[in-house]
C-alpha cells in the first residue's frame, strides 16, 4: 500500500551499528521509502553507512564520542553502553529539529529503532513521538532472552554440563547448548542487563519482525502473548526491499566471473559473516577439508578474521596450489548475488540471521558452523526442524569437514535437502506476494503509522 495525495510523512530510523543490524535496518528504510515514506537515517558515527548506497534517504549523524574507544566484538556491552548514554541528547535535538523544519522533512511520524539502540525509545517518549522496535533476528531468539532470565531468576544456572542437551522449558525444538550463551557457567550481570534491556520493550507501541508466519509462527503467537503490543511480520526483508548495497566493505566481484565457468549447484561457497574470528587450526582443517572434499568452493576469509593473522597467509602449505583453479578465495563478497547464482549448491555459514534468510530464499542448503548469540539458534532449526542444514560438528577435524561437505553437495542427503529447501523458498516468496502473511502485514504496518496522529510543536 502506498502513500497517494497526502503531505510526505517521515519515518526516523535508528540503526545499531553492526552490519547484521544495520543491513535488515536499511532494507526496511527501502521498503518503507516504496510504500511512500520519507526516511531519515539517524546513525552513529562509529560504522557509519555509505550516504552514496542510498541517495533517496536522509542521513543524521549523531555524535557518539567513540574515537578512541575499544570497538572490538569483544568490548560489545561497553560499546552498547556508551553509544545509549552519548546518542540520547544529540538524537534528540535532531528530532527537534526535524520536527520543527516540516516543510522541509515532512511529518514526523515515528521513530524506528534497533531494541539495542534504547536511547531511540527514550528521546521518542520525551518528545511524545511514537516508537516502534525492529527487531533483526527471528522471535525464536527473542524467547531465549525472555527464558534465559526467567531460568536465571529460578537460580537455575550455572547448569550441570551432563544437562545441555536437555530442552529448554517453552521454546521448540531448542536445548540449553542453542540458547547462544554458555549455560554451564555463571552468566555475568551485565550480559543479564543487556537481556533485560533488550526484551523490556517498554513503551514502544508495536514490534516489527525480519521474518514471517511461515517460519516463525509458534515464537510469534507466544510472544503476542506476553508484549501485548501489535507484530508486524514483513520478512523477508532481503526479498522485499529494491537491490542496494549495505556493506561496510567493499564487495570483490571478481567471484562473480568465476562462478560463471562452474556447473550448477557444484559450488560450496563458505562465509562466516562481518564478526566472527577463528583459529589457525580451524583455518587450516578448513582448507585441507575443502581440498579433499573434490568440489569447487568460493572463500571469503575477512582480513583480521584469523586470530594472528593479517588475511591468508595462515593457510596451509600446499592447499593453494591443491586446490588450484578449483577454489576462489575473497575477503568480501556481493553474497546475495552468490546465493542467486545457479553454480552454488551449498553454504557454509555461521547461520546469521541475514545469511540465514538470503539462503533460505535462494533455495541454497546449509552446512551450520555458528560462532555465538542467535546464530545457535537459527542453526538448531535449520539443521533439526526445517532440515535444510547440516551441523558442522568438529571444525577441526578435516576428515569430518570432508564428510559433511560431500553429503551436502553430492549425497542422496542433500539432495532431499535441496528439495525441502526449494519447498521454503516458495513459501516464502507466496508470503511476500499480494495476499501473503508478510504482504499483508506490511500494508498492516503502513496503515499503523499513518493512523499515529500529527504531532505539533
Same mark, same amino acid.
Not at 14 to 36: D, F, K, R
Not at 51 to 64: A, C, G, Q
Not at 280 to 300: C, D, H, I, R, Y
Not at 318 to 326: C, N
Given at each position: 500500500?502506498?502513500?497517494?495525495?497526502?503531505?510526505?510523512?517521515?519515518?526516523?530510523? =535508528?540503526?545499531?551499528?553492526?552490519?547484521?543490524?544495520?543491513?535488515?535496518?536499511?532494507?526496511?528504510?527501502?521498503?518503507?521509502?516504496?510504500?511512500?515514506?520519507?526516511?531519515?537515517?539517524?546513525?552513529?558515527?562509529?560504522?557509519?553507512?555509505?550516504?552514496?548506497?542510498?541517495?533517496?534517504?536522509?542521513?543524521?549523524?549523531?555524535?557518539?564520542?567513540?574515537?578512541?574507544?575499544?570497538?572490538?566484538?569483544?568490548?560489545?556491552?561497553? =560499546?552498547?553502553?556508551?553509544?545509549?548514554?552519548?546518542?540520547?541528547?544529540?538524537?534528540?535535538?535532531?528530532?527537534?529539529?526535524?520536527?520543527?523544519?516540516?516543510?522541509?522533512?515532512?511529518?514526523?511520524?515515528?521513530?524506528?529503532?534497533?531494541?539495542? &539502540?534504547?536511547?531511540?525509545?527514550?528521546?521518542?517518549?520525551?518528545?511524545?513521538?511514537?516508537?516502534?522496535?525492529?527487531?533483526?533476528?527471528?522471535?525464536?531468539?527473542?524467547?531465549?532472552?525472555?527464558?534465559?532470565?526467567?531460568?536465571?531468576?529460578?537460580?537455575?544456572?550455572?547448569?550441570?554440563?551432563?544437562?545441555?542437551?536437555?530442552?529448554?522449558?517453552?521454546? *521448540?525444538?531448542?536445548?540449553?547448548?542453542?540458547?547462544?550463551?554458555?549455560?554451564?557457567?555463571?552468566?555475568?550481570?551485565?550480559?543479564?542487563?543487556?537481556?533485560?534491556?533488550?526484551?523490556?520493550?517498554?513503551?514502544?507501541?508495536?514490534?516489527?519482525?525480519?521474518?514471517?508466519?511461515?517460519?516463525?509462527?509458534?515464537?510469534?503467537?507466544?510472544?503476542?502473548?506476553?508484549?501485548?503490543?501489535?507484530?508486524?511480520?514483513?520478512?523477508?526483508?532481503?526479498?522485499?526491499?529494491?537491490?542496494?548495497?549495505?556493506?561496510?566493505?567493499?564487495?570483490?566481484?571478481?567471484?562473480?566471473?568465476?562462478?560463471?565457468?562452474?556447473?550448477?549447484?557444484? =559450488?560450496?561457497?563458505?562465509?562466516?559473516?562481518?564478526?566472527?574470528?577463528?583459529?589457525?587450526?580451524?583455518?587450516?582443517?578448513?582448507? #585441507?577439508?575443502?581440498?579433499?572434499?573434490?568440489?569447487?568452493?568460493? #572463500?571469503?576469509?575477512?582480513?583480521?578474521?584469523?586470530?594472528?593473522?593479517?588475511?591468508?597467509?595462515?593457510?596451509?602449505?600446499?592447499?593453494?596450489?591443491?586446490?588450484?583453479?578449483?577454489?576462489?578465495? =575473497?575477503?568480501?563478497?556481493?553474497?546475495?548475488?552468490?546465493?542467486?547464482?545457479?553454480?552454488?549448491?551449498?553454504?557454509?555459514? *555461521?547461520?546469521?540471521?541475514?545469511?540465514?534468510?538470503? +539462503?533460505?530464499?535462494?533455495?541454497?542448503? &546449509?552446512?551450520?558452523?555458528?560462532?555465538?548469540?542467535?546464530?545457535?539458534?537459527?542453526?538448531?532449526?535449520?539443521?533439526?526442524?526445517?532440515?535444510?542444514?547440516?551441523?558442522?560438528?568438529?571444525?577441526?577435524?578435516?576428515?569430518?569437514?570432508?564428510?559433511?561437505?560431500?553429503?551436502?553437495?553430492?549425497?542422496?542427503?542433500?539432495?532431499?535437502?535441496?528439495?525441502?529447501?526449494?519447498?521454503?523458498?516458495?513459501?516464502?516468496?507466496?508470503?511476500?506476494?499480494?495476499?501473503? +502473511?508478510?504482504?499483508?502485514?506490511?500494508?498492516?504496518?503502513?496503515?499503523?503509522?499513518?493512523?499515529?496522529?500529527?504531532?505539533?510543536?
Amino acid at each position: 500500500m502506498a502513500i497517494v495525495g497526502v503531505q510526505k510523512q517521515s519515518v526516523v530510523l =535508528v540503526p545499531y551499528p553492526y552490519q547484521g543490524h544495520i543491513t535488515p535496518m536499511l532494507q526496511l528504510g527501502t521498503i518503507l521509502h516504496s510504500n511512500g515514506f520519507s526516511v531519515v537515517v539517524a546513525h552513529t558515527k562509529f560504522n557509519s553507512p555509505d550516504p552514496s548506497n542510498h541517495p533517496e534517504f536522509t542521513f543524521l549523524p549523531l555524535e557518539d564520542n567513540l574515537s578512541g574507544f575499544d570497538t572490538s566484538y569483544y568490548n560489545t556491552l561497553a =560499546v552498547v553502553a556508551a553509544i545509549n548514554e552519548n546518542c540520547k541528547v544529540p538524537f534528540q535535538d535532531s528530532l527537534v529539529q526535524l520536527m520543527k523544519d516540516e516543510e522541509k522533512n515532512g511529518q514526523v511520524r515515528c521513530v524506528i529503532h534497533d531494541p539495542i &539502540m534504547t536511547f531511540g525509545r527514550s528521546a521518542a517518549n520525551h518528545l511524545q513521538i511514537p516508537s516502534l522496535v525492529l527487531c533483526t533476528y527471528n522471535a525464536v531468539y527473542m524467547q531465549t532472552y525472555h527464558t534465559i532470565l526467567q531460568l536465571q531468576a529460578e537460580n537455575c544456572f550455572p547448569l550441570q554440563e551432563s544437562r545441555m542437551l536437555e530442552p529448554v522449558p517453552d521454546i *521448540h525444538a531448542l536445548r540449553f547448548k542453542d540458547l547462544g550463551i554458555p549455560a554451564d557457567i555463571e552468566i555475568p550481570q551485565p550480559v543479564l542487563e543487556f537481556f533485560a534491556n533488550v526484551s523490556n520493550l517498554g513503551s514502544s507501541v508495536a514490534i516489527i519482525w525480519n521474518t514471517n508466519q511461515e517460519l516463525d509462527h509458534i515464537a510469534l503467537s507466544q510472544l503476542q502473548r506476553h508484549y501485548e503490543v501489535p507484530f508486524f511480520p514483513i520478512g523477508p526483508f532481503n526479498k522485499m526491499a529494491p537491490p542496494s548495497s549495505t556493506s561496510f566493505l567493499e564487495e570483490e566481484r571478481n567471484c562473480m566471473e568465476w562462478l560463471d565457468k562452474q556447473d550448477p549447484n557444484s =559450488v560450496l561457497y563458505i562465509s562466516l559473516g562481518s564478526l566472527a574470528s577463528i583459529e589457525k587450526k580451524e583455518l587450516e582443517e578448513t582448507a #585441507w577439508g575443502l581440498a579433499n572434499s573434490g568440489q569447487p568452493f568460493l #572463500w571469503v576469509i575477512r582480513p583480521s578474521s584469523v586470530n594472528g593473522s593479517e588475511w591468508i597467509e595462515q593457510l596451509p602449505k600446499g592447499f593453494q596450489e591443491a586446490v588450484g583453479e578449483r577454489g576462489c578465495i =575473497v575477503k568480501w563478497s556481493p553474497q546475495k548475488e552468490v546465493l542467486a547464482h545457479s553454480a552454488v549448491g551449498g553454504f557454509l555459514t *555461521h547461520c546469521g540471521w541475514n545469511s540465514t534468510l538470503e +539462503s533460505l530464499c535462494e533455495a541454497v542448503p &546449509m552446512i551450520c558452523r555458528p560462532c555465538f548469540a542467535d546464530q545457535l539458534t537459527n542453526a538448531r532449526y535449520l539443521t533439526h526442524v526445517w532440515n535444510v542444514g547440516l551441523e558442522l560438528e568438529n571444525v577441526t577435524d578435516r576428515v569430518a569437514i570432508e564428510k559433511t561437505i560431500k553429503k551436502l553437495m553430492v549425497d542422496n542427503e542433500g539432495n532431499e535437502m535441496r528439495k525441502r529447501v526449494l519447498e521454503m523458498k516458495q513459501k516464502l516468496e507466496t508470503s511476500i506476494q499480494k495476499g501473503g +502473511s508478510s504482504y499483508r502485514s506490511l500494508n498492516e504496518l503502513t496503515e499503523f503509522i499513518l493512523s499515529f496522529p500529527r504531532k505539533e510543536y
